[in-house]
């Protein structure tokens, strides 16, 4: 018997063993293959050899039996029972019979192959004797009725053993063993195989997970020790990896080329409130951030290409671009213009109605080269409202002083002139505390306003003394509304209460409401100034017929530095600030203003406040 | 629903009253695309007189931020009572939003 091949070839890791592995790992499968059908082929012949073997065997049994049947009968015609011992015997000897004998069923046999005994046949004999024949477990069992002269029949039973062996017994040992050498071929054929296997099944799972993307951004290396399959793959990856972040570095490093910038510095750009525009020496757009591409009114990709041109019609934004491009103007260079709605693009500045103002400057990139221009974009519109406000309040106030300033003036000039005329002394000092007073006012109001735009207007409460505020009132405003010719008409309980408030901020508000009034009432009119208190309130109405509010200025009225469309609001010099101050102090007293107006009818504003300090902010709310 | 606009010089100011959801919120957020572009972005709402918010109001506050995004503001909010205050932190939305007290605060908030 062959025996089993001992074969380490497949265990190294050099070339040149792996390729021996590899050719072992054929051999070996090729040599059980060959070896395990030569098994199986000679099994199966074995197999059907012995089959027909046995099915010759029964034949001849069965044969062998009629023989002997017909050799009985002739024995028992002839009645020659003597010779039947030796008959069956021979028979027996000669087809190899385990049982051979002549009996009636059931009884002691009459005469049986290996006894010399004779039985004697009984005189009554069955009739029929059934006939058998079986071949079952190795052994062929045969029954054949034999005739006895007239009297019956007797049974002939004959068996034989049927082997179904396979022969030679060589065989027996021989092919199991063929088969072991065959299959361990195979297992070393198999090993040989497994470790190439190993690193291949290791590399796929690396590919899969790099497809999938679930290696978590790490390249898909694999352990080495698997073989040199696994080393030369590493190598591969680590050259991509290598190959990869130069290519990264390599964009980096070279900002402006077709556009980019590296991302983080593209998304702090973003991040910025101001636009930022770099133009090439064609003014065409080499970059634009999303502040930029807001203000200009176009989607980035648009722009980035396109002539700023395109969406900049200032000529004198575009001539300072120009002039920075060419290199003649090193410094920046700052225009403002303005926007009309979205889709326009940026005019000139001085505009009536434009909706913003955007602030454009421009500067050169390189100072000594030219070529490259960088212009932010600023919305200074606020800043621009702001400013406006600011200083048409500060004309009107300081035109509001000019008017009590002079007549103290006249007054005090008066009285040194005529010191001795006590009338004049009386008229003058009298017009003197009250356009002071006046004055005062006015002060206290401009401070209430930056206050407000500050955010900071407080209240601080105290016991306010109505019957005097309301007495100041009626001397104050007297005069003006004599020199009107408006009839100012005072309606106040008889006895007013006193109230916890802001004595200056709540006189503020009144005088702004009564100022308000007589301003706006021509002459003719009538100004009613009633106060009331009802449901834990003090109410102080102030109702005039002069020119009246549109319906859809109600609310407006209140906002800062709002004046009313009326045209004949716009003549008067007003700073559109005091009824928002007038609303702020009446909410921070827990109050509010009111307004019921009809256009040319007149208007009623009414300011209430609770009578407790209950309620209210300590900050101006709105 | 109504929705009260302001101006506050250079500055609108969008304050929806009553509930925001459902229907009402398209009304909503064709007025508040409106006011970003006629005011160039210089836009804020007034949630003092927001009694409810939906998730779809959420999302269309969270869009306009987002827009804004871009060129690196966010959505001004003002006047945000507890109630609205919770829903923004609890849907973690808030950061999403410059909050001020009131609407001066957020006009100033634009100098």
């Known amino acids: ?622 | 629903m109504d929705i009260d606009e302001q101006r506050f010089g250079a500055v609108t100011v969008l304050k929806p009253v009553g509930s925001l959801a459902l229907d009402e919120v398209a009304q909503f957020k064709s007025r508040l695309a409106d006011a970003m572009v006629r005011a160039l972005g210089r836009v804020a709402v007034d949630a003092s007189a927001i009694s409810y918010v939906d998730s779809k109001a959420l999302e269309v506050l969270v869009e306009a931020s987002d827009q804004l995004a871009q060129s690196g503001r966010a959505l001004r909010l003002c006047g945000v009572n507890e109630l609205l205050r919770e829903v923004l932190d609890l849907t973690e939305l808030a950061e999403r939003f410059e909050l001020y007290e009131d609407a001066s605060a957020a006009a100033r908030s634009f100098l």
């Not at chain 1, 029972?81 to 008959?87: C, G």
């Not at chain 1, 007038?582 to 019921?596: E, K």
């Open chain 1, 1 to 622: 018997m062959k025996k089993p091949k001992n074969d380490k070839a497949g265990q190294g890791a050099s070339s040149t063993r792996s390729r021996g592995s590899l050719s072992v790992a054929v051999l070996s499968t090729g040599v059980a293959a060959v070896l395990l059908a030569a098994a199986a082929g000679v099994a199966w012949g074995l197999h059907v050899e012995a089959e027909s073997r046995g099915r010759a065997r029964v034949h001849e049994v069965r044969g062998a039996a009629m023989m002997i049947s017909k050799a009985v009968e002739r024995a028992f015609l002839w009645n020659d029972l003597e010779s039947l011992p030796d008959l069956l015997q021979e028979a027996a000897t000669q087809h190899d019979l385990t049982v051979c004998r002549v009996r009636v069923p059931g009884e002691k046999p009459i005469a049986e192959a290996g006894s010399r005994v004779v039985g004697e046949l009984p005189h009554t004999v069955g009739d029929e004797v059934r006939r058998r024949d079986e071949v079952a477990d190795g052994s062929a069992t045969l029954v054949i009725p034999v005739r006895v002269g007239t009297q019956g029949e007797v049974a002939l039973e004959v068996s034989a053993a049927i082997s179904s062996a396979w022969t030679p017994s060589i065989a027996k040992l021989g092919l199991p063993l063929v088969s072991a050498v065959g299959i361990v071929s195979l297992l070393l054929g198999y090993k040989a195989i497994s470790k190439r296997l190993a690193v291949l099944g290791t590399i796929g799972k690396a590919l899969e997970a790099s497809r999938l993307g679930t290696s978590d951004g790490q390249p898909p290396l694999v352990a080495e020790s698997l073989g040199e399959q696994a080393t030369a793959w590493n190598v591969l990856v680590q050259e991509r990896e290598t190959y990869k972040r130069f290519s990264a570095f390599k964009e980096a490093a070279e900002p402006g080329r077709g556009g980019r910038v590296s991302s983080d510095l593209s998304a702090a750009c973003d991040a910025m409130t101001q636009g930022i525009v770099i133009l090439d020496e064609n003014l065409k757009v080499k970059y634009a951030n999303g502040a930029a591409a807001s203000f200009l009114g176009a989607k980035r990709d648009e722009l980035v290409g396109s002539d700023i041109r395109k969406y900049v019609a200032d000529s004198d934004a575009i001539a300072a671009f120009e002039g920075v491009v060419s290199g003649k103007v090193r410094q920046r260079v700052s225009v403002e213009t303005s926007r009309v709605g979205a889709q326009g693009r940026i005019m000139e500045a001085g505009l009536e109605r434009a909706a913003s103002v955007l602030k454009l400057s421009a500067r050169p990139v390189r100072r000594e080269e030219q070529g490259v221009v960088m212009v932010t974009v600023e919305d200074v519109t606020q800043q621009r409202v702001a400013d406006e406000a600011r200083n048409s309040f500060v004309a009107q106030a300081t035109h509001e002083l000019r008017t009590p300033l002079t007549n103290i003036r006249l007054y005090t000039d008066a009285m040194i002139e005529d010191s001795d005329n006590p009338e004049i002394r009386t008229k003058a000092l009298n017009v003197i505390s009250s356009e002071s007073r006046r004055l005062e006012r006015i002060v206290a109001d401009m401070l209430s306003v930056s206050e407000i735009e500050a955010g900071t207007l407080k209240i601080v409460r105290g016991d306010v003394r109505l019957d005097q505020l309301f007495e100041e009132l009626k001397d104050d405003y007297r005069v003006q509304a004599e020199d009107k010719e408006i009839a100012m008409v005072f309606e106040l309980p008889p006895k007013l209460p006193v109230v916890s408030a802001d004595r200056d901020k709540y006189a503020l508000a009144l005088h702004n409401l009564i100022g308000n009034a007589l301003k706006y009432t021509p002459a003719g009119g009538k100004v009613t100034i009633r106060a009331e208190e009802a449901q834990g309130k003090f109410l102080v109405h102030v109702i005039d017929n002069g020119i009246g509010i549109k319906k859809e200025e109600h609310e407006l009225v209140f906002d800062k530095f709002y004046r009313a469309k009326d045209g004949r609001v716009a003549n008067l010099t007003g700073t559109g600030l005091g009824l928002t101050l007038a609303r702020d102090v009446a909410r921070m007293h827990g109050g509010n203003i009111t307004l019921q107006s009809e256009i040319n009818k007149g208007s009623t504003f009414t300011l209430e406040i609770p009578l407790a300090a209950e309620g209210g902010t300590a900050r101006a709310a709105a």
